[in-house]
Nanobody, 128 residues
Framework: QVQLVESGGGLVQAGGSLRLSCAAS????????MGWFRQAPGKERDFVAA????????FYQDSVKGRFTISRDDAKNTMYLQLNSLKPEDTAVYCC?????????????????????WGQGTQVTVSS
């Protein structure tokens, strides 16, 4: 069973950047599809970005396209989310998630229910 730990969150001014990391243990990430989700206070968990097991396919929420970039380094067993041009509305707890690779993933990548393993999250706060 894979365990996920996020890091890299913090407080940043609008327009700034952060790089989130999701480090995995207890399993080899190459066999997992991965995703990032975020949850702001009082709101539901929202899809942010996802990447398939080989890194060949990525998905993004429309509001982050062109600003956020998801990537993975399987040699380091780590997934990343580069956040650029941050806005106050990006403020949330960001969580990474993993699910064993499956052909169905390409239809379900944006759904939190599709993922089996979750990290605890890292807080991102963007000030105006």
């Amino acid at each position: 069973q894979v365990q996920l730990v996020e890091s890299g969150g913090g407080l940043v001014q609008a327009g700034g950047s952060l790089r989130l990391s999701c480090a995995a243990s207890g399993g080899t990430l190459i066999t997992y599809n991965m995703g990032w989700f975020r949850q702001a206070p009082g709101k539901e968990r929202d899809f942010v970005a996802a990447i398939n097991w080989s890194g060949s396919t990525t998905f993004y929420q429309d509001s982050v396209k062109g600003r956020f970039t998801i990537s993975r380094d399987d040699a380091k067993n780590t997934m990343y989310l580069q956040l650029n041009s941050l806005k106050p509305e990006d403020t949330a707890v960001y969580c990474c998630a993993a699910v064993p690779k499956s052909p169905r993933y390409y239809y379900t990548a944006k759904s939190p229910a599709s993922y089996s393993f979750w990290g605890q999250g890292t807080q991102v706060t963007v000030s105006s």
